[in-house]
């Protein structure tokens, strides 16, 4: 079965940090991959997504991921973090055909300004 | 579009009481789909569907029902509320093919207490 996980549950930063946030899948077929964004007290936001091609994505607000396929990676990074950078993150794995998009425990994410 | 809506967005329940939670999607997304979100352990799959008429288990399906009679709506039914159901439920939609692929369009939620 497709699992999704994500290393680190709670991440403490300070403006201007550079970020990476770690995320490993385990299935052996195509996947699509995806990060999204919860702000406190909103709904998850699309991020970044891959699907295929350059597997360097950028998303919004300056977030980019690299898919690594022979590690079942796909980390993501930010160059310098700002305080409205807080919120929850979440990497979701799709297994290719179908619709089931499995979520990781997700990281909370503390940028002290 | 008003995109995916869910209704209500709070509500309080006691033990052993049923309720529907609402569901709807106006961008003809054959896929729909409920999560539930408890901390620490991101966003589990309940039910989901992949057209009017289909439904699957997910991860968690256990004292949850849906239905899809129409595309566009899809509801979830909690039979007889227990306290280990208190949980934010997302709803989520996304087409099956074309170019967004399946990226999914979330719901803005519904914090569910039960007492």
């Known amino acids: 079965a497709q699992s999704v996980s994500q290393h680190n549950h709670h991440v403490i930063l300070s403006e201007a940090a550079s970020l990476e946030l770690g995320c490993n899948y385990s299935?052996?077929?195509?996947?699509?991959l995806f990060w999204y964004v919860q702000y406190p007290g909103q709904h998850l936001q699309l991020l970044l997504k891959?699907?295929?091609?350059?597997?360097l994505v950028k998303g919004i607000k300056g977030f980019e991921a690299e898919f690594i396929k022979s590690k079942f990676s796909f980390n993501l990074r930010k160059p310098s973090v700002q305080w409205s950078d807080t919120a929850e993150y979440f990497c979701a794995v799709n297994a290719w055909p179908g619709g089931k998009l499995i979520f990781g425990q997700g990281t909370e994410l503390s940028v002290k300004p | 579009n008003a995109g995916v809506t869910q209704t209500p967005k709070f509500q309080v329940l006691k033990t052993g009481q049923s309720m529907t939670l609402q569901c709807a999607q106006d961008m003809n997304h054959e896929y729909m789909s409920w999560y539930r979100q408890d901390p620490g352990m991101g966003l589990r799959l309940i039910h989901y569907s992949v057209g009017a008429g289909i439904t699957d288990q997910g991860e968690v399906p256990n004292g949850y029902n849906v239905s899809r009679s129409t595309t566009e709506d899809f509801p979830l039914r909690l039979l007889s509320a227990a306290p280990s159901q208190t949980s934010v439920y997302f709803c989520?939609?996304?087409?099956?093919?074309?170019?967004?692929?399946?990226?999914?369009?979330f719901g803005p939620g519904t914090r569910l207490t039960v007492l």
């Open positions: 299935y052996g077929g195509t996947v699509n």
């Open positions: 891959y699907f295929s091609g350059d597997p």
């Open positions: 989520a939609s996304n087409q099956l093919s074309g170019s967004s692929g399946n990226e999914q369009f």
